[in-house]
């Protein structure tokens, strides 16, 4: 696995623009992560067609580096013991509006991803699953107002990481557990 420096969203960003793709980087990459998290099953060459993206076929004849590094570094990072996994946000010196909405688009795509891995609130999870994708649900209808910097600033980032952990534990619960009927040996 080539995961090699992580990708950034700018520089997903100017990828899909080139591409033409219709999609930001943030939507995509929380459709790859959820699709992911939900058990679907790509690799790093045909994950957009299991999210239902599909290029023309001139950028799909052309090996891009980016997207399967992106595919590549998701994979790991959900499977990261150390719990390394972030969503793909502009950075930190982007206004905080941006960023905001950003994490909206996140969201949302994250909750794509798992319809298309077969995942809904009635998939049999856990009270504390149910809940998670119910928040997340509720974060991608969401429409942030600022009014102090300082605390908005602080409210973003307990909002990442609650996505963050909540990626991770309805990743554990998804995938990581044997499925009911499962004899374990």
């Not at 420096?5 to 899909?16: D, I, K, M, N, R």
């Not at 099953?41 to 290029?55: F, G, I, M, Y």
């Not at 994490?103 to 991803?113: A, Y």
Request: charged share 20%.
């Amino acid at each position: 696995m080539n995961t090699g420096s992580p990708v950034t969203h700018a520089q997903l960003g100017e990828l899909l623009a080139n591409l033409r793709f219709g999609v930001g980087p943030s939507d995509l990459h929380g459709s790859l992560t959820g699709y992911l998290c939900g058990g679907g099953v790509a690799d790093s060459h045909d994950w957009l067609a299991a999210l239902e993206l599909d290029p023309d076929d001139d950028v799909a004849a052309m090996p891009q580096p980016v997207l399967t590094n992106l595919y590549e570094q998701c994979a790991a990072w959900l499977d990261d013991p150390e719990m390394g996994f972030e969503p793909l946000l502009p950075p930190a010196d982007t206004a905080l509006e941006n960023r905001a909405d950003a994490l909206v688009e996140w969201c949302r795509g994250f909750l794509g991803g798992l319809g298309l891995a077969g995942v809904s609130r009635q998939h049999g999870l856990s009270a504390d699953g149910a809940e998670i994708l119910k928040d997340f649900g509720i974060i991608a209808g969401t429409r942030f107002e600022y009014a102090d910097g300082e605390e908005d600033e602080t409210a973003l980032t307990e909002v990442i990481e609650f996505i963050r952990v909540g990626v991770l534990l309805l990743h554990a619960e998804l995938v990581s557990t044997p499925q009911a009927g499962a004899t374990l040996h």
